[in-house]
């Protein structure tokens, strides 16, 4: 099997890093600002980041007061920039899919994944193995693309109708690959329909205990924002059981 | 406050039989193919069905066991209607508003509410009262229409984008009340985003078991069907802690 590492592509690199640098993409304008709403008290936990990137939302977990956290990600471009970016002993990362990577069970309090698992082809099992990995009563934090943003097929952004910007909506029951140019061509996302996200949360042994669709903190220069008419990003947490 | 009470308009009301009689709307082609997956266990329940309208789901519930069932309408017609349709001393009709209706609380096993939460101006404490009538350990099953439709504003249908028929999202965000032409003009419905659907849901006390987004069973006559494009209806099933 051969799961896409697009993170290690030197193109898409570069181009990532731009984009983080202008602090203009979903991470800066749709997540930071309702990061204290999405995350759970964090103080004296045992976090495992999973597609953890450069390590932000690690050090930011530091920062809220977790006692260690292990950042996973498969891309050993973005761990080599996570581990120039932190300078903490309490935070490692780890190289791995969440697929197969191998965690000690029950061993943590808190699992994030932001902006991750719509790269992954089987949410199913990722969601069950990221639950292994909780204490009982531990929490997960899930972010992922909204379906209304993953299920245009192909992806076309924002269209006119009527004189208005809309969202297009043309294949939402389709589940699975969806191919975007995302800073280089061929970028592959899956889209799950809704039920399916969350009744995989809950097959998980997992209680949802809270779910948000963040909007922009600021509007974009450009004339409609999309993220301003549509969710960008489907936010859960919930609890194991 | 004055609430709407549109299925006592005789030309809604009419226009109403007419489309249930043609057996061509959301109830035939998307919520009866489905009533299996969406229905929890049945027997030897006591139910209570709000928004009955005709009383339809209150006969399937008898058919499917249940012990007594108790619908609730504010529409004296559709509550004759329901009547003539019903031979069955264990089916009872309450006219009223889920809003300020008097039930016992904690004497319910499960609570019905299909197509009508979104007449309802305030979701959370209607739920909060639904939630009130349930014995511990009872279910919860709402079926509304799904955020992706009721969110257009003004509500427009499908519109071509690039030669290929789409459900155009444009107004997200903006919660409240959404007025439509369906059968009479005017029509008022309220567009809820998903995180305060759910949200309200967790909050009324209960805990999410499964969330459903079912498609058309067969595609209608015309080119495209929208049922078969964006999810019609949003179902959850939740159970009281």
Redesign the interface.
Known sequence: MSRQNVYDNPEFFDGYQELRDEAAGLHERVLEPHLDELLPDLVGKRVIDVGCGDGWLCRIARERGAREVQGIDPSSRMLQRARELTSDPRVTYTRGFVEDVELTAGAADVVTSVLALHYVEEIAPVLARMASWLAPAGTLLAVIEHP?VT?QNPK?GL?T??G??????????AEGQRKERWIVDGVVKYHR???TI??AV?SAGL???????P?PSTARAEPVDPD????AV?AIRARKR
């Open positions: 209304i299920s076309v269209r109708v009527d208005a910007s809309v969202w297009p909506i043309d294949d939402y029951f329909r809704l039920d969350l009744n809950i209680v949802i205990e809270r779910v948000d669709e909007g301003a008419i549509r969710p489907l």
